[in-house]
């Protein structure tokens, strides 16, 4: 018994060193990526459940590495986040997703663009006004920006996340909770958030046709989000079965697979061609 705990030992922390050595590798690999152009960004659009037109476009970020190829958000922004790099990627995003919804206004293409945020982004004093520089430099109108939030924004400091909420909500910047129904913030916080849509987790979504208790969460969400006076949208909606549940239940928006993946900002404005109102 011995042996085998010492070899299962060294298997462990062999797994765990080969762990460390992927993340030095990115957080060394992330440091020349913003310099030498390697990101760039998908989006993906957001359609009004009511005559399914196109209302907005969540940015996504993307990012191929020469040698180690597509390497997803999924995996490199906790990376980003933990040796801070995320300040500045984050900021790159937002100048380059608010410089793209302006590009598209002066096309004719009027839509709200979602920007994920992360919470150390979100923590940081001077986030208002780094947004608010933005979008002035860029000449887009705060109403076209929202930012999504995860509810870990306000595990750090609650009172401090609701304090830059409401700043950000004096300018006109709309805010959504993104992941909604898979943190940890409590009802009574949500009260406070100057937020005005909820994005239902994807996770809820999958299994909504065929699963009682998803359906019963989703179908919760919807209705205290009615009653609170929040819009809702399903995240990865993949099937024409989901699309009708959701529409019964009087969910507002959509985004998944079924609608369209994230896209190349050129082949977005093809897709919005076809799903603008008349
Ligand atoms: P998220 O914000 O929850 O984004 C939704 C994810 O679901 C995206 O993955 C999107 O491509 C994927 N998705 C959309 N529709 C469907 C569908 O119908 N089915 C399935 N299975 N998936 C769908 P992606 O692009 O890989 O991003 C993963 C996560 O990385 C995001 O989750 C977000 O947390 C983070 N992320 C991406 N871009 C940024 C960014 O610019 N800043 C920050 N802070 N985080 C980002
Ligand atoms: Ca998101
Ligand atoms: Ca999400
Ligand atoms: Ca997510």
Request: proline fraction near 4%.
């Amino acid at each position: 018994a011995k042996k085998a705990g010492r070899s299962c030992f060294r298997f462990y922390t062999a797994a765990i060193q080969e762990k460390a050595s992927r993340h030095l590798q990115l957080v060394n690999a992330l440091r020349v990526a913003l310099e030498l152009q390697q990101f760039s960004i998908h989006y993906q659009p957001q359609l009004a459940m009511a005559g399914g037109q196109l209302v907005g476009a969540e940015a996504l970020l993307r990012w191929t590495h020469p040698e180690l190829g597509n390497i997803s958000p999924a995996e490199f922004i906790p990376v980003a986040e933990d040796c801070g790099l995320i300040l500045q990627l984050g900021e790159w995003v937002l100048r380059h997703a608010v410089r793209q919804a302006r590009q598209w206004r002066d096309q004719g293409l009027a839509l709200v663009m979602a920007v994920n945020l992360s919470a150390v982004q979100f923590r940081q004093p001077d986030l208002p006004a780094l947004v608010a520089r933005i979008l002035q430099e860029e000449g887009l109108p705060a109403s076209a920006l929202e930012l999504e939030l995860t509810e870990g924004v306000a595990m750090y400091d609650p009172q401090q996340a609701i304090a830059v909420m409401n700043v950000l909500h004096e300018q006109g910047v709309r805010m959504s909770i993104d992941d909604f129904g898979t943190g940890y913030s409590s009802l009574n916080l949500l009260k406070q958030f100057r937020v005005y849509k909820l994005k239902i987790d994807q996770s809820f979504i999958r299994d909504i046709v065929t699963d009682p208790e998803d359906r019963a969460i989703v179908a919760a969400i919807i209705h205290m989000a009615e009653k609170l006076g929040l819009l809702t949208i399903a995240e990865g909606v993949e099937t024409a079965e989901q699309h009708s549940w959701l529409r019964a239940q009087g969910c507002n928006e959509l985004q998944g697979y079924l609608f369209s993946r994230p896209l190349p900002a050129d082949a977005f404005a093809v897709y919005a061609q076809q799903h603008q109102p008349a």
